[in-house]
T-cell receptor, first 110, second 114 residues
Framework: TQLLEQSPQFLSIQEGENLTVYCNSS?????LQWYRQEPGEGPVLLVT?????EVKKLKRLTFQFGDARKDSSLHITAAQPGDTGLYLC??????????FGAGTRLFVKA | DTAVSQTPKYLVTQMGNDKSIKCEQN?????MYWYKQDSKKFLKIMFS???????INETVPNRFSPKSPDKAHLNLHINSLELGDSAVYFC?????????????FGPGTRLTVL
């Protein structure tokens, strides 16, 4: 069974700090996705990483896919209160199925 | 224009009742999903339909019955509701022909069973 483990589960930081969220698995994924979910809303896709070692940037967010395509990280530089939310990683588990990690709840204090 | 919409947003009901949640997508996608998100925010797939055909049916009680009248709609009917059914239910869609099966989610339906 493929599993995605995210760490940390919770993160509370001050505005302006940097942080990194991790998504790990013992399985190889053809691609991994990162979603952000705000309270009362559905997850919204941020990025898809495909190639081992790939780095993608989205403003202050940097996403990296591990060389072996078993893990990924999300780094946020100079976090802002608007970054508050639940960050989910997801991977294709074969066929039409996508599995999600348990998520990292980020709270950025002003 | 809302890409994936769900109704109702909130649903409060008594144990034993039957209820339905409706979902519509206007993205032209061929695949739709129902997910359940529990109180710990864990998102777990329940069902998936591709071109109106059921393709994923996870270990979900028979009380849950999805129906897809066409590619743009996927409804979820729940019989004999139980306390443990309380959760947020998300509908999502994707275009399976697209490379990475990226999913677009609705706003969710918060179901509370009393």
């Amino acid at each position: 069974t493929q599993l995605l483990e995210q760490s940390p589960q919770f993160l509370s930081i001050q505005e302006g700090e940097n942080l990194t969220v991790y998504c790990n698995s013992s399985s190889v994924f053809s691609s991994l996705q990162w979603y952000r979910q705000e309270p009362g809303e559905g997850p919204v896709l941020l990025v898809t990483v495909v190639t081992g070692g790939e780095v993608k940037k989205l403003k202050r967010l940097t996403f990296q896919f591990g060389d072996a395509r078993k893990d990924s990280s999300l780094h946020i530089t100079a976090a802002q209160p608007g970054d508050t939310g639940l960050y989910l990683c997801a991977g294709a588990a074969g066929g039409f199925k996508t599995i999600f990690g348990a998520g990292t709840r980020l709270f950025v204090k002003a | 224009d809302t890409a994936v919409s769900q109704t109702p947003k909130y649903l409060v009901t008594q144990m034993g009742n039957d209820k339905s949640i409706k979902c519509e997508q206007n993205l032209g996608h061929d695949t739709m999903y129902w997910y359940k998100q529990d109180s710990k925010k864990f998102l777990k797939i329940m069902f998936s339909y591709n071109n109106k055909e059921l393709i994923i049916n996870e270990t979900v009680p028979n009380r849950f019955s999805p129906k897809s009248p066409d590619k743009a709609h996927l409804n979820l009917h729940i019989n004999s509701l139980e306390l443990g059914d309380s959760a947020v239910y998300f509908c999502a869609s994707s275009q399976v022909g697209a490379q990475y099966n990226e999913q677009f989610f609705g706003p969710g339906t918060r179901l509370t069973v009393l």
